[in-house]
Antibody
Framework: QIQLVQSGPELKKPGESVKISCKASGYTFTDYAMHWVKQAPGKGLKWMGWINTYTGKPTYADDFKGRFVFSLEASASTANLQISNLKNEDTATYFC?????????WGQGVMVTVSS | EIVLTQSPTTMAASPGEKVTITCRAS?????MHWYQQKPGASPKPWIYDTSKLASGVPNRFSGSGSGTSYSLTISSMETEDTATYYC?????????FGGGTKLELK
């Protein structure tokens, strides 16, 4: 069965970096793009961008250009999100989601807490 | 960038009641997707391409709309339908979500 399994929760200090992963299984990883979605505590969903899992080309939404990097370990069917120079407002749950026209499979989410 | 405005933001419905959630786009779009999210869980695909139910979605749910106005309807509210619902669309090389509608049980 298709699954997206994300890495565990993270507690970081402002200015630090974090890398979270999303491991896909049950389908050919390179056949479907992967999206990243942010959900701040008590807030709605915000699309961060996507990565072409065949070419590795990332595309970032306007609010996520600069400190955010999408990458792949295609041999491991894994997509990664790295956030550098963390700020308090980066505290959120980050989801990966497979692109099938709509987002048909989602990871369980990774809670990233930024606190001094 | 298209803005999606959902209404109401929060609502409560009694079991058996008909529920309609609206999503209005700032410019005309050609379809709408909907997701259901329960507390502490990932969003689930619920309705895609405006009116198609995702796998496992009860047929008391339906979707409709065109242009700038789309809706999700529950014909008869059930306890398990309590959740937050989000609309979503793709335009100008960007995905946008609505702000969400929290549906509670009355």
């Amino acid at each position: 069965q298709i699954q997206l399994v994300q890495s565990g929760p993270e507690l970081k200090k402002p200015g630090e970096s974090v890398k979270i992963s999303c491991k896909a299984s049950g389908y050919t990883f390179t056949d479907y793009a992967m999206h990243w979605v942010k959900q701040a505590p008590g807030k709605g969903l915000k699309w961060m961008g996507w990565i072409n899992t065949y070419t590795g080309k990332p595309t970032y939404a306007d609010d996520f250009k600069g400190r955010f990097v999408f990458s792949l370990e295609a041999s491991a069917s894994t997509a990664n999100l790295q956030i550098s120079n963390l700020k308090n407002e980066d505290t959120a749950t980050y989801f990966c989601a497979r692109d099938y026209g709509s987002f048909d499979y989602w990871g369980q989410g990774v809670m990233v807490t930024v606190s001094s | 960038e298209i803005v999606l405005t959902q209404s109401p933001t929060t609502m409560a419905a009694s079991p058996g009641e008909k529920v309609t959630i609206t999503c209005r786009a700032s410019s005309s779009v050609s379809y709408m997707h909907w997701y259901q999210q329960k507390p502490g869980a990932s969003p689930k695909p619920w309705i895609y391409d405006t009116s198609k139910l995702a796998s496992g979605v009860p047929n008391r749910f339906s979707g409709s709309g065109s242009g700038t106005s789309y809706s999700l309807t529950i014909s008869s509210m059930e306890t398990e339908d309590t959740a937050t619902y989000y609309c979503q669309q793709w335009s100008s090389n960007s995905w946008t979500f609505g702000g969400g509608t929290k549906l509670e049980l009355k």
